[in-house]
């Protein structure tokens, strides 16, 4: 019972700590776009921490990850820290991608994180050869792909399903289905409002969570997970969510395609506020070791940030690298 109750209080202070270090990053960068630090778009992951938390908590370094323009949280719990994030989107050397790649481009092989992109859909085709690379090296590690329900409608999304199943690929697609592609609403891209029940048009299982419910998350990732590394194939998973920031800052957060009642109600269901309640309900932390942990994780992030804010530019001599082969 002990190593239970301490495995409990890992798990829990791991996640915690996850999603509010997400929610302080985002929401600094948010204020630093509107200051004029980063230069490009800037798609924040408000609201949605519990999903990035929640699967990653079940993920090692060997697992790889592809995402989409809203990566910053799949990056910050995948293992990339603030300042190489914050750094990232100033455009400085030490950026995780050297200040190449800026919000949309996030690259950390090192780490199991190989790629965000702008374009939608490419992760959950990635993701299907991280699985097949996996299979054929026997490695056990997993390919996972983070999309928005506008990538359901992409062909993409059956193809890389499809193949997957074909060959009972270690893979996981993880759908944030936060109502909205962009500004328009999932019911009126689709006829049908849910996605995990696709899964059944390619024999794989589909699980549909709360996806502001940090637990709920892990425990259909890590059953996920766990069944593709013991062979048993890819899993589909619906996260039902919600961004309470605008689609990417400096656009409206209401208007013509939402309401502030909307928005306001899915602010009452914030993922970070419900677990919080649940870890003093559960006496797993007390409130006080929850306020430091979020002292702490407040004054890390002000540092980072700093830090990021005071880093170099790239040297123009490079602009090229990456972009050709090197000359061996």
Same mark, same amino acid.
């Given at each position: 019972?002990?190593?239970?109750a301490?495995?409990?209080?890992e798990l829990?202070?791991?996640?915690y700590?996850?999603?509010?270090?997400?929610?302080?990053?985002e929401e600094?960068?948010a204020?630093?776009f509107?200051?004029?630090?980063?230069?490009?778009?800037?798609?924040?992951?408000?609201?949605?921490?519990a999903?990035?938390?929640?699967v990653?908590a079940?993920?090692?370094e060997?697992?790889a990850?592809?995402?989409?323009?809203?990566?910053?949280?799949?990056?910050l719990?995948?293992?990339?820290?603030?300042?190489?994030?914050?750094?990232?989107?100033y455009?400085r050397?030490?950026g995780?991608?050297?200040?190449?790649?800026?919000?949309m481009h996030?690259?950390?092989p090192?780490?199991?994180l190989?790629?965000?992109?702008g374009?939608?859909g490419?992760?959950?085709?990635?993701a299907?050869?991280a699985?097949?690379?996996a299979?054929?090296?026997?490695?056990?590690?997993?390919?996972?792909?983070f999309?928005?329900?506008?990538?359901?409608?992409n062909?993409a999304f059956h193809?890389?399903?499809?193949?997957?199943?074909?060959?009972?690929?270690?893979?996981?697609?993880?759908c944030?289905?936060?109502?909205?592609?962009?500004?328009?609403?999932?019911s009126?891209a689709?006829?049908?409002?849910?996605?995990?029940p696709?899964?059944e048009?390619?024999g794989i299982?589909?699980v549909?969570v709360?996806?502001?419910?940090?637990? *709920?998350?892990? =425990? !259909? $990732?890590?059953?996920?997970?766990?069944?593709a590394?013991?062979?048993?194939?890819?899993?589909?998973? &619906? +996260?039902?969510?919600?961004r309470t920031?605008?689609?990417?800052?400096?656009m409206?957060?209401?208007?013509?395609y939402?309401?502030?009642?909307e928005v306001?109600?899915?602010?009452?269901?914030?993922?970070i506020?419900?677990?919080?309640?649940?870890?003093?309900?559960?006496e797993?932390?007390?409130?006080?070791?929850?306020d430091?942990?979020e002292?702490?994780?407040?004054?890390?992030?002000?540092? *980072?940030?700093? =830090? !990021? $804010?005071?880093?170099?530019?790239p040297?123009?001599?490079?602009?090229?690298?990456?972009?050709?082969? &090197? +000359?061996?």
């Amino acid at each position: 019972m002990q190593s239970d109750a301490g495995e409990r209080f890992e798990l829990h202070r791991w996640l915690y700590r996850t999603m509010f270090t997400i929610r302080t990053v985002e929401e600094r960068l948010a204020r630093s776009f509107m200051a004029g630090l980063i230069h490009g778009a800037c798609h924040t992951y408000v609201g949605e921490e519990a999903v990035a938390a929640g699967v990653c908590a079940s993920l090692s370094e060997d697992d790889a990850v592809f995402s989409t323009h809203r990566g910053h949280g799949h990056a910050l719990a995948k293992g990339v820290s603030p300042v190489a994030l914050i750094a990232e989107l100033y455009g400085r050397e030490t950026g995780v991608s050297h200040g190449r790649g800026g919000s949309m481009h996030l690259f950390a092989p090192e780490i199991g994180l190989m790629g965000t992109s702008g374009i939608v859909g490419p992760c959950i085709l990635q993701a299907a050869g991280a699985g097949y690379s996996a299979k054929l090296l026997g490695n056990g590690s997993v390919g996972v792909a983070f999309f928005g329900d506008g990538a359901v409608g992409n062909g993409a999304f059956h193809e890389g399903l499809n193949l997957a199943a074909i060959y009972d690929l270690p893979a996981l697609f993880v759908c944030e289905n936060n109502l909205y592609a962009t500004e328009v609403p999932f019911s009126h891209a689709s006829r049908n409002p849910e996605v995990a029940p696709r899964a059944e048009n390619y024999g794989i299982p589909g699980v549909t969570v709360d996806g502001n419910d940090v637990l *709920a998350v892990h =425990e !259909a $990732a890590s059953r996920a997970i766990r069944r593709a590394r013991d062979g048993g194939g890819p899993t589909l998973i &619906e +996260a039902r969510t919600y961004r309470t920031r605008p689609h990417a800052e400096g656009m409206g957060l209401t208007g013509v395609y939402r309401t502030e009642e909307e928005v306001a109600a899915w602010r009452e269901k914030d993922p970070i506020k419900m677990f919080r309640s649940r870890i003093l309900s559960d006496e797993t932390m007390t409130e006080s070791d929850l306020d430091r942990m979020e002292s702490d994780i407040k004054s890390e992030v002000d540092e *980072a940030e700093q =830090e !990021a $804010a005071a880093a170099p530019w790239p040297d123009r001599g490079t602009a090229a690298r990456h972009a050709y082969r &090197e +000359a061996p």
